[in-house]
Nanobody, 121 residues
């Protein structure tokens, strides 16, 4: 079915940076990052849609996070700068073959195991 493997999480102080990577075993039309803090719903952070890698961002991370996708390597990257404590949570990579551009978790069928991001104030 294809695996998604995340890496790059860690602990940083506010204002710091991290770079997350997600390697997919097969290509799918869209790939995205989601995050989930304890007791909260899983929310979409950023998505790469289609072969042209059209990008979508949640408003909370615009101008701080940069998404990129290497389609030749089936790898998705999330560069996170100026991290804030509210960015803390488990970050999940997801993918799906359906064409609809979305940051809705219900639009993604395949999920990785997650990588933890902790930002201290």
């Amino acid at each position: 079915q294809g695996r998604l493997v995340e890496s790059g999480g860690g602990s940083v102080q506010a204002g710091g940076s991290l770079r997350l990577s997600c390697i997919a075993s097969i290509y799918r039309y869209k790939m995205a990052w989601f995050r989930q803090a304890p007791g909260k719903e899983r929310e979409g952070v950023a998505a790469s849609i289609g072969s042209s890698s059209s990008l979508m961002y949640d408003d909370s991370v615009k101008d701080r996070f940069t998404l990129s996708r290497d389609t030749a390597k089936n790898t998705l990257y999330l560069q996170m700068n100026d991290l804030k404590p509210e960015d803390s949570g488990m970050y999940y990579c997801a993918s799906d073959s359906r064409a609809r551009a979305s940051l809705d978790k219900n639009e993604y069928m395949y999920w990785g195991q997650g990588t933890q991001v902790t930002v201290s104030s």
